[in-house]
Antibody, heavy 122, light 111 residues
Framework: QVQLVQSGAEVKRPGASVTVSCKAS????????IVWVRQAPGQGLEWMGW????????YTAQKFQGRVTMTTDTSTSAAYMELRSLRSDDTAVYYC???????????????WGQGTLVTVSS | QPVLTQPPSVSAAPGQKVTISCSGI????????VSWYQQLPGTAPRLLIY???RRPSGIPDRFSGSKSGTSATLGISGLQTGDEADYYC????????????FGGGTKLTVL
């Protein structure tokens, strides 16, 4: 079955960087994209960006531009999201999800990884 | 503040039907397809509805979606206690460089 498995929880100091991995299985990795979404404690979902599983093209939400780098490794069917210059308000669960489609339809995020808790604390 | 507006909470009894609204503007909901996600307590979100009203395989037909103008609606009929969850709408926003935006989420309580 299609599955995304993310790396484990992280605790980081303010100003540090964190990399979350997302290992895909059960489908052809380079025929779908990956999106990254985060959820602060008790809050809603926030879209961070998208990366193509085919050619590595990325689209990062303006809020995260300059702090986020998304990459893929097609040889291992994995995606990575690095967030730099961490602040306390970056404390959140970070999710990856498989993405298909565009604005002309058949567009969705499914399935989602189990989530990775990143805690930023001094 | 979330770009899309959802009621913070809704409630209904088992077996009844509930609707959850998602309000936007011309640059997001009116111009694009809407998806809905269910997040059970302590779990990752799950796709419920995409392209306004299409259900992925495995999602029961108790769940339905619709869109009119700048608003979208998720309907859940035959409510079950297992439907207690947070529900999020999502779409693009062309005024935000085509970024994807979520609603603030709606907590469904099945009384």
């Amino acid at each position: 079955q299609v599955q995304l498995v993310q790396s484990g929880a992280e605790v980081k100091r303010p100003g540090a960087s964190v990399t979350v991995s997302c290992k895909a299985s059960g489908y052809t990795f380079n025929t779908y994209g990956i999106v990254w979404v985060r959820q602060a404690p008790g809050q809603g979902l926030e879209w961070m960006g998208w990366i193509s599983g085919y050619d590595g093209n990325t689209y990062t939400a303006q809020k995260f531009q300059g702090r986020v780098t998304m990459t893929t490794d097609t040889s291992t069917s994995a995606a990575y999201m690095e967030l730099r210059s961490l602040r306390s308000d970056d404390t959140a669960v970070y999710y990856c999800a498989r993405h298909k489609g565009g604005r002309d339809g058949d567009n969705w995020f499914d399935p989602w990884g189990q989530g990775t808790l990143v805690t930023v604390s001094s | 503040q979330p770009v899309l507006t959802q009621p913070p909470s809704v409630s209904a009894a088992p077996g009844q039907k509930v609707t959850i609204s998602c309000s936007g503007i011309s640059s997001n909901i009116a111009a694009n397809y809407v998806s809905w996600y269910q997040q059970l307590p302590g779990t990752a979100p799950r796709l419920l509805i995409y392209d306004n009203n299409r259900r992925p395989s495995g999602i029961p037909d108790r769940f339905s979606g619709s869109k009119s103008g700048t608003s979208a609606t998720l309907g859940i009929s035959g409510l079950q206690t297992g439907d207690e969850a947070d529900y999020y709408c999502e779409t693009w926003d062309t005024s935000l460089n085509d970024e994807r935006v979520f609603g603030g989420g709606t907590k469904l309580t099945v009384l």
